[in-house]
């Protein structure tokens, strides 16, 4: 089990938007200037890990979800204008069940401004539920079912 420090997590079961498709801040934002975390090539280093709580669903098989992990100079962190760190493969809301990992990794090296938050990208078609959780870990789950290769 990842060991979660509260001061360094963005969503708690946290429910998607279900909006239109486009880009959403969800979540909370984490300041970094007290956060107290160094993000640059440490070890170990820092992991972003997400993964679902509850199904995403879509009305239909087209719908699609990306997770971004952003920096802003405000805690309203913009959709448009904010650095960009990590972004995840774009899933379809059918491929995202409870429990799967949506992204889990070591934050690069870069230069971060002061809030760090989670943006969601919904392309194609809204969603209609879903539930997630993002936070900042040193220790991040690295258990992972593969199919039996017999």
Not at 46 to 67: H, S, Y
Not at 77 to 99: N, W, Y
Not at 110 to 133: F, H, K, M, P, S
Request: charged fraction near 15%; hydrophobic fraction near 40%.
């Amino acid at each position: 089990m990842a060991t979660i420090d509260k001061l360094l997590e963005f969503c708690d079961a946290t429910a998607l938007n279900t909006g239109a498709p486009g880009t959403y801040l969800i979540g909370s934002q984490i300041d970094l200037e007290s956060a107290n975390i160094n993000l640059g090539p440490g070890n170990p280093p820092v992991w972003l890990v997400v993964r679902c709580t509850t199904d995403v669903t879509v009305t239909t098989t087209t719908g699609t979800l990306a997770i971004k992990l952003a920096s802003d100079d405000t805690a309203s962190i913009s959709t448009t204008t904010s650095t960009v760190h990590i972004v995840s493969a774009t899933l379809t809301g059918t491929d995202v069940d409870a429990g799967d990992p949506i992204l889990v990794m070591a934050l690069p090296s870069g230069v971060y401004e002061r809030y760090l938050g989670i943006l969601q990208v919904t392309g194609t078609e809204a969603l209609t539920g879903g539930n997630i959780d993002a936070y900042l870990t040193m220790n991040p789950p690295n258990w992972r079912a593969y199919p039996d290769g017999i």
